[in-house]
């Protein structure tokens, strides 16, 4: 295999080859190993669930066993693993959200190192709280909101107050017709694995709408208390300027990269970094560089502006630099292979979070209370090790790329006023009213070494943005994006002429040369922004946000947790597109209703929400389908 097919990024090519001379193995190499992958596992009929088995059933098209040991059919076993993967997404952001919620109830008691930055927005949440927040202190306000989302892990009745909170009424109202409010995020999580449990449930449908559920669970105990808390305790990101690629990484600095998720570590560990950079230069060195992979880059750069390294792929690929001191990992996309690459180098790999260790890599304890310390020590450990790095060792890939991040709901809408003072979002509907703007999509998701590392992303987003739609992004995609000079103003040589026009205009009107023509909206927790963005215009619009224009986008998806935020938007009624591997298409039924292909099955999550499943490895295809429904949607409206 050449390395050129397996990434379009040429910092990793180099790196990749660098890897193959010192006889380093890497996800890349991997992918390929484990080729061809079974098919009865890439069409979602083979079932793990009971010690009668493993059990594969025929999948679509081919003659063979039609039941499991117990009679379970494909449709059933496809439906319960679809389940089972929909938890797997929902919990870790899920758990995500668990954690920023003491952090911000240790902060209001005074028990933890952390501070109220962003005052607005807490403000703003207490009041759609219902709370009195006149003359009423940050702390203690905090503390009530933070009780109130505590409720939504312990209450035994009753409806997510964060679904309450963030949710349109009319969504409300389809999802309490169907019966798949959620309540307590813990509860919906038992409950739903309990569901999928051998000789529970095995109504296909039923099963479909649990998926739903766990969706809606995603949507608001996950993504959204994510989001807001972290904005709370944080603050609300606003316009940054930053750099990508693994050119960010600087020979004459103390190197320190935050992988992972969860900010309160890397905030952390970049406030300290800060307070520490004199002993850098003690040390010879021009200071402590901090560079993001992953989302912990996105929520750095969000609110900091801290450049980004590389995405999920090519994480192994920062260490091989050989210049990096230090790679401080917390949850959820953390490669168990770095560990093997860090061993070639003088990098130490250290993992913080307490329920989450990683083999053969060293552990800094974070906890609320303990944060600071955990900052301090990890900065120290990567300190002590510059003297060891291996000059010759070193190889930095030059070049980076210039992008624009931290566009919050807040920014975007700030950035708006400057046309409209009185009402913002108008100037935005007007130009999609006009077809200037055609419909919106959210690129989003991840990068899979199965696939070509940021060309789907890339080509998925070029062809719309050629067609005039705005992108929105997050995640990994965002930072093919970014790599790719589609968060820079740069990048509108990539757009229709009237979506150019358009983004000129608003940029100009705020100083800028122009807006890029994919505004980058922060980690994966943070699609719950674009939400907040499709809820105000079809609030505004007066429409149901299932009639707006829209569509998501997750073209190099890998993690579980693309397809549960995936299946949040099919709830929201917005189409959703996945380009790699969906494990549905062993089950007719369960292919038939979440695409709404031509089928026997009557019920589809198109009818019942106004949103389906687009599977589509061709990222044109897949634009071009996207297109498709958005001006389907466009007409419907009238426009
Ligand atoms: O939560 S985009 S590869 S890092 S899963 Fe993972 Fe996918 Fe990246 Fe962020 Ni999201
Ligand atoms: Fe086989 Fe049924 Fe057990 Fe699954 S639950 S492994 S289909 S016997």
Redesign the pocket.
Known sequence: VLITDLTIDTGVQELLGKAEQENIETAFQRAKEQEPHCKFGLTGVCCRRCLQGPCKVTFNGNKGIKRGVCGATADQIVARNLLSLIVEGTTPHVEHAREILHTLLETAEGKAPYEIKGKDKLISIGKKLGLTVDGVELDKLAHEVALIALQDFQQQSGVSHWLRLRAQDKSIETWEKLNILPSNAHLEIANAINKTAMGCESDPVSLLLGIMKMGLVEGYDGLHLSTDLQDILFGTPRLVKTQYRMGVIKEDYVNIAVHG?IPMVSEKVLEWSRKLNDEAKALGAKGINIVGI??SA?ELLMRQGVSVAT??ASQELAIITGALEAMVVDA??IMPGLAQVAECYHTELISTLPNIKIEGASHVDWTPEEADKMGEEIVRRALAHYPERDQAKVQIPEGTVEAYAGFSVEQIVELLAALNGADPLLPLIEAIAKGDILGVVAI????NPKVKQDLANTEVAKELMRNNVLIVA????AHSLGKNGLLSPAGLEYCGEKLANVLTAIGQANGLPALPPALHMG???DNSRIDDLLVALANRLGVGVRELPVAGSSPE???P??LSIGTFFIAQGVDVHIGVNAPITGSPLVEQALTANKGEFPVTTDELFGGKLIYEADPIQAAQTMIARIIQKRKALGL
Not at 474 to 477: E, I, K, L, R
């Open positions: 998720h992953c989302c996105n995405n999920y959820q996309c989003v998701g991840c990068t997050t995640g990994c995609s980690s994966c927790v998806n890998h993690s947790k693309a």
